[in-house]
């Protein structure tokens, strides 16, 4: 997962996100209904206003993660587009995690905040 830190898409001004984060993006994502693979990703990146690209070689691991830990469920359905796909669900310890997990992101961001200080003018 990379953000776009220029309006180029020059990977050298990309910038890798804390590991753990696109977990949290995906359990948030999920907390709107059951998606497929292509549709998480669109929606990070919508809902970033095309801030964060998951890229596939980080999503598709991240989910297989998340599924092993039992915070997403999965089943064949198919998709807009009449293929069929992989339908991922949150569960209830999914749910908890990103409760536990958003708490500890927030105190993180507070506290980089305070570090940096106000921006400059």
């Not at 993006?25 to 801030?51: K, N």
């Not at 993660?65 to 992989?86: C, M, P, Q, T, Y």
Request: cysteine-free; overall charge neutral.
């Amino acid at each position: 997962m990379s953000t776009r830190a220029s309006s180029t898409d020059d990977p050298k001004d990309r910038l890798t996100l804390l590991q753990g984060t696109l977990d949290l993006l995906i359990l948030r994502t999920l907390v709107l209904g059951p998606q497929h693979g292509q549709g998480i990703a669109r929606a990070i990146q919508e809902s970033s206003d095309d801030e964060l690209l998951v890229e596939h070689g980080a999503l598709y691991p991240a989910l297989q993660r998340l599924e092993e830990k039992e915070w997403i469920s999965a089943e064949w359905g198919v998709s807009d587009n009449n293929r069929k796909a992989r339908f991922y669900t949150l569960t209830k310890a999914g749910r908890k995690q990103l409760i536990a997990e958003t708490s500890k992101w927030r105190r993180l961001a507070t506290a980089i905040g305070r570090v940096l200080g106000p921006e400059e003018a």
